[in-house]
């Protein structure tokens, strides 16, 4: 099956790169976003993915437009890509034939990447001949919004793969960092799930509840580091003697607190997911209220810092 569209909400590119195309490699929350993305940039996107309902899926996101196809078939849908951006689930058997089919259709200069969140490049190229032109594009999610995109290259892969990935996202206003190691969960998922660890911990041990917790942490270090860097605000935290300041001082207290340990017993996080479904809902529309909500919300933060740094807002959502 292949279809494609006619422009009818053309939504005025920031940047008119008319003649990239992104192949959207499986079109669940991830892919949909990226492919959001790059259509309000102005790029064509081609999107495979084996669900039955494709089709109508690409048309209730994108309406009618010609800049947007979909097709089952892999090789037709990266034939012409300049980035190919694979969502297909997280199992390594699956991404690793991905991207041997994707390898023999893409064109020789388009970037291969995966937005896998835990395995790497060099394990999906393992057994890939001629595989430089794969590596990992992780982004946050969702992609159309979140500015960060976690570029590893694996042991195969070309610089040049990794230079390109990189002009690649900045052209899609993404702030590409790449991670020069291969550790599980790559850097942003490695700090949260830190976090994501102590606070489970706090609401287990009954010091906070779910709805306490996020209110601290969005008042408080959600913010500011929404704002400025972790180190940056050591320096800001030891006043004008700076970090040394800070190291010597206080962080030399709070450095003794030592993290707590949550339970994973199945019944400790069962409580745990009541709790939050308690506090914040559950089922499809209350996702989609939580959607506008998160959208809404950090749309005006990234054009909130846009404007006092005097620069171009990061591409928008049309939802605002
Ligand atoms: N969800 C997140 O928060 C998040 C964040 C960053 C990265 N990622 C990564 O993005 C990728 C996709 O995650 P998701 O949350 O969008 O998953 P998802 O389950 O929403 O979507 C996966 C899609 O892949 C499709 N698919 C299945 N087999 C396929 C195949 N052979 N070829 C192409 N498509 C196929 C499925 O039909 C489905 O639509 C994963 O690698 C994940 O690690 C997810």
């Known amino acids: 099956m292949r279809g494609s569209v006619t422009d009818r909400n053309r939504r005025c590119p920031m940047n008119t ?49 010609d800049r947007v196809s979909w097709t089952a078939d892999l090789a037709e849908a ?55 032109r794969i590596v990992v594009g992780h982004p946050f999610n969702p992609p ?11 042991k195969k892969t070309d610089e040049s793969t990794v230079t ?15 991670i020069r190691k291969e550790l599980p969960g790559f850097v942003a998922n490695r700090l949260q799930k830190v976090l994501s660890s102590e606070a489970t911990y706090l609401v287990q041990s009954g010091v906070v509840s779910v709805e306490d917790l996020d209110t601290i942490l969005q008042n408080s270090i959600g913010l500011r580091w929404a704002t400025i860097g972790l180190f940056e605000g050591n320096v800001l935290g030891g006043g004008p003697g700076g970090a040394r300041h800070l190291f010597a001082g206080v962080g030399a207290e709070v450095g003794k607190i030592e993290a707590g ?29 939580l959607v506008a909500k998160r959208d809404r919300r950090t749309n005006a933060v990234l054009e909130a810092l846009a404007k006092v740094d005097d620069r171009p807002a990061v591409y928008p959502s049309p939802s605002v």
């Open 17 to 65: 790169q008319q003649s990239r195309t992104m192949a959207v490699v499986g079109a669940g929350v991830i892919g949909l976003s990226w492919a959001r993305l790059a259509h309000r940039h102005g790029w064509r996107v081609t999107i495979t993915d084996p669900r039955p309902d494709l089709g109508e899926l690409i048309e209730s996101e994108f309406g009618t437009d």
């Open 78 to 132: 990266v034939r012409d890509a300049d980035l190919v951006q694979e969502n297909g689930p997280e199992r390594l058997p699956v991404k690793q034939q991905i991207f041997a089919e994707i390898l023999r259709a893409a064109p020789a200069d388009a970037v291969l990447a995966t937005s896998s969140s835990s395995i790497t490049a060099s394990l999906i190229a393992a057994d890939l001949d001629n595989a430089g």
């Open 164 to 178: 390109r990935a990189v002009a690649l996202y900045t052209e899609l206003d993404r702030v590409p960092v790449v």
């Open 261 to 289: 340990k949550p339970s994973s017993e199945p019944e400790a996080m069962a409580e745990l997911i009541e709790n939050i479904e308690a506090t914040y809902g559950s089922g499809e529309q209350n996702y989609e209220r």
């Open 144 to 154: 159309e919004l979140m500015p960060l995109v976690e570029v590893l290259p694996g």
